[in-house]
C-alpha cells in the first residue's frame, strides 16, 4: 500500500474519531441541558404547587373573614329586632279620656249598634283595630264600647233633641269637654243627644245614678227625670 493511501485512511479515521467525538459532546450536551429543563419543570411545577396552596389559604382566611362578618352583622340583627318587636308591641296602653276624645261626636241612624262590657279596656283592642266608629262609656267600675254589629243590643239616654243640629253639636262638645260620654244622632226632622251605651237598660240606670246632675242640668236644660232610656239608633 502506498504512503498517500496511508495518509488518506488516516486522514478519514482522524475525521470519523472527530465526529464521534463531536457527536457525543452534543449527546451530553443534549442529556444535560434535558436534565436542566426537567428541573426547570420540577421548579415551576414546585411553585405551581405553593402558588396554589397560597391562594386556597388566602380563600380560606377570606371565608373566615366573610364568615365573621356575617356572624356579626346576625348578631346585631339579632340584638336589635327584639327592640323593634318591643317598640311595635309595647304601643301606648289604651286609655278611656283618649278612647272618648276620638269617639265620632256624630253617629247616623242606619247603623246598628253591639255593647260589649269589660273591666278592662285592653279587651277592646280587637274590636277598636277593626273599627273607627264607636262610643264608650265608663260607669260603675266598668268600660261598656258600641261598634257597628248585626247582633246585641244598644241603649242610651235621649237627654234632649232639636231640630238644629249644630246646635246639639256644640253641646256634645262642651259635654266632651267636661268628660261625658255624649254624642248625637241625626234623624229625618232632628238631631237627638244622647249620654252613655249600655248592652242592657239596668246597667243603664245604675249609670244615671251615679251622675252629678246638677253640673248636667246647667248644660243641657233638662233633668235626669226627663231622659228617656231607649235602644238606639
Known sequence: MSKDNNAYYVA???????????????IGWMVGLNGKVNGM??????????????????????????????SRLSNNVTVSLPSLSST?????????????????????????????????????????????????????GKYYLSYPASFGKTYSFQVLSSPYPDRVLDIVKT??????????????N????????FPTPSEGRAYRSTLNASTLVKVLGTKPSEWVLRHIP
Open 88 to 140: 311595635s308591641v309595647s304601643v301606648q296602653p289604651l286609655e278611656y279620656t283618649s278612647l272618648l276624645r276620638d269617639a265620632p261626636l256624630s253617629l247616623s241612624s242606619s247603623v246598628t249598634l253591639s255593647t260589649i262590657s269589660s273591666t278592662n279596656l285592653n279587651a277592646f283592642k280587637a274590636v277598636l283595630s277593626k273599627y273607627s266608629v264607636y262610643e264608650i262609656t265608663q260607669a260603675n
Open 190 to 197: 232632628q238631631s237627638a243627644l244622647f249620654l252613655g251605651v
Open 12 to 26: 478519514r479515521l482522524v475525521i470519523l474519531l472527530s465526529l464521534i467525538g463531536i457527536v457525543l459532546i452534543l
Open 175 to 188: 259635654l266632651r269637654t267636661m268628660g261625658q260620654p255624649a254624642f248625637k244622632i241625626d234623624y229625618a
Open 41 to 70: 419543570a420540577t421548579s415551576v411545577k414546585n411553585e405551581n404547587e405553593k402558588i396554589s396552596q397560597l391562594l386556597t389559604a388566602v380563600a380560606s382566611v377570606t371565608e373566615k373573614v366573610e364568615s365573621l362578618s356575617a
